[in-house]
């Protein structure tokens, strides 16, 4: 009895052992625990900085916490102040807190040092969202990287941006470096190769990463980039006049004082996280979610963009490096949903639709161009059931697709030749169809949904899935994990079709389609169009002006 009791407990302390797994980071011992179907490790919820609030809330993140106690990185399901709104991968178990920044960390369960390392950035329209929207253990089968997710600040406490002390802007993106420098200084602990790592995001997280790789602030802190369907040249990427911007939206708060700066800052400041959170924005028609990140006026301390994307192309100073660059078929199916009442609107007045990145001399100028618009779109029909591919086109090409254009032919210019381009189309046979027609399209981020894992998105698993779509998830997965692991889509030996980076004509790009194939220009004619719009018309981001000196009673 006694030899088997100590047998018994001898097995139980190897499965305890099994079970969690202990790390030391420089704020103290985490413990991770094995995932309960995947044969990899979690560590969740930890803090890898601290948000300021109260009348900091605006602020760059403050340093995290340390502990000597080991911390049980367990999942807590923390989120960032964000609006309410009916999306399938927001449980409603989610625990809102201003104190939210926490990075999840998933390690495979490998005796392997100095893995890659995948940083993702979730999407959201800068407005919503959670670290743990995605999870990528499918994609972690191969077991030789290390995923690594988080929250950042959203809306009005993300992005404020007063060009004042207090309300400098693009909060959320000073958490993103702060979370890039957290990996650099830890991740060494948990078996990554601090100078291995691979940033990725799909929407908002796409345009986050594309910025990122243009911050100075963020510079050295990641070696490749894929941006998932967004741009950083998109017109809801940067804001184009942010004080203007904070004006409007507090006068429909029932703010009114907004010319005196510190009262529109104080305004802000001291408004309940339900007033700031009460907007979605998602119902602009204006390419934009209102607040994202801006041009930081340049004090010197700290700014995480102080020039526009496009001043900084054209200079060619950033960091030119591999990037995986690309979007779905038929973006433009995000706008469906409302395509009832938006086409009445439309045939109203199409100027309404127009890229909040556009300017125009007069207002007669901007009907002239908005008429050319769409004319090029509908011909000389109104928006209407019989055209409804071409209003998902036009979507697809404000929103998303043309400025990820334009930004291939920028880097091409700016010297570099590592851009791989893709377009997303397949269609699985249980996509709906589009809506008064006969055909299914790749919507916002199709491709995202075929690297991470499919229960995220939809009611079914994996194991439900048709054997096309099985096939072509593996395929993306190869791709995705190739460039992880090289800087390259297809590298040499490689099964898969040769696939060499884009130049400043947007080709080669691949078509991820039933079948991979390597084709020419992308959008070829649709990218025209519009490059002569936007010669003619940009409107480029402007950074707050500098404030008059602060009144001597709030010093």
Request: charged share 25%; net charge negative; glycine share 6%.
């Amino acid at each position: 009895m006694k030899w088997w009791t100590c047998v018994v407990f001898a097995c139980a302390a190897v499965l305890a052992e099994d079970e969690w797994r202990e790390v030391r980071t420089a704020q103290g011992p985490v413990r991770g625990r094995k995932h309960p179907t995947e044969d990899i490790y979690t560590f969740f919820n930890i803090p890898y900085a601290t948000a300021p609030t109260g009348q900091d809330k605006f602020k760059a993140p403050l340093p995290a916490p340390v502990w000597l106690e080991p911390f049980d990185a367990v999942d807590e399901k923390v989120i960032c102040p964000q609006a309410v709104f009916p999306v399938e991968f927001m449980p409603k178990s989610l625990v809102t807190k201003e104190n939210c920044l926490i990075a999840n960390v998933f390690v495979p369960n490998t005796k392997e040092k100095n893995l890659s390392v995948v940083v993702y950035v979730h999407g959201g329209a800068f407005i919503i969202g959670y670290g743990e929207s995605i999870k990528a253990t499918q994609l972690m089968k191969t077991k030789d990287f290390i995923l690594v997710t988080f929250n950042y600040r959203l809306g009005i406490h993300g992005f404020l941006c007063l060009g004042t002390e207090d309300a400098p802007g693009n909060a959320g993106m000073k958490d993103q470096v702060a979370l890039l420098r957290w990996v650099q200084k830890n991740i060494a602990s948990f078996g990554g190769n601090p100078d291995d790592v691979t940033i990725v995001g799909s929407s908002a997280g796409s345009a986050s990463v594309d910025l990122l790789m243009l911050s100075k602030l963020a510079e050295g802190l990641f070696h490749r980039v894929i941006p998932e369907s967004g741009g950083n040249l998109a017109a809801f990427t940067v804001q184009r006049d942010p004080v203007e911007i904070a004006k409007t939206h507090a006068k429909k708060l029932n703010f009114n004082n907004v010319d005196d700066i510190y009262a529109l800052e104080k305004f802000y400041k001291t408004a309940p996280m339900e007033l700031l959170t009460s907007d979605h924005f998602f119902d602009r028609t204006d390419a934009t979610f209102v607040f994202g990140p801006c041009v930081e006026r340049d004090t010197g301390a700290g700014a995480f963009l102080t020039e526009s994307p496009l001043t900084i192309f054209k200079s060619g100073n950033y960091r030119k490096l591999p990037v995986l660059y690309g979007f779905a078929e038929m973006e433009g199916l995000v706008r469906v949903m409302i395509y009832d009442d938006w086409k009445h609107k439309m045939n109203e007045k199409f100027s309404d639709f127009l890229p909040a990145d556009l300017k125009f001399d007069s207002d007669e100028q901007r009907e002239e161009v908005a008429n050319t618009i769409q004319k090029f779109y509908f011909g000389d029909k109104p928006v209407g059931d019989d055209n409804i591919l071409r209003y998902i086109d036009f979507f697809t090409d404000t929103i998303f697709a043309y400025p990820m254009l334009w930004a291939v032919k920028l880097h091409a210019e700016a010297g570099n030749n590592q851009v791989y381009l893709y377009e997303y189309s397949f269609v699985d046979e249980d996509v709906p169809l589009v809506p008064h027609t006969n055909i299914r399209g790749a919507n916002h981020c199709a491709q995202s949904m075929a690297v991470y894992d499919m229960q995220n998105f939809t009611h079914h698993g994996e194991s439900q899935v048709s054997p096309e779509f099985k096939k072509m998830k593996k395929v993306v997965r190869e791709i995705w994990h190739n460039f992880i692991k090289t800087g390259t889509p297809v590298p040499e030996g490689s099964a898969l079709p040769a696939w060499p980076a884009a130049g400043a004509d947007r080709a080669p790009h691949m078509s991820l389609g039933e079948r991979l194939e390597l084709r020419g220009a992308l959008l070829a004619e649709r990218t025209r169009f519009w490059d002569d719009i936007y010669q003619r018309y940009y409107r480029d981001a402007v950074p707050p002006p500098k404030p008059p000196p602060r009144p001597r009673n709030e010093l």
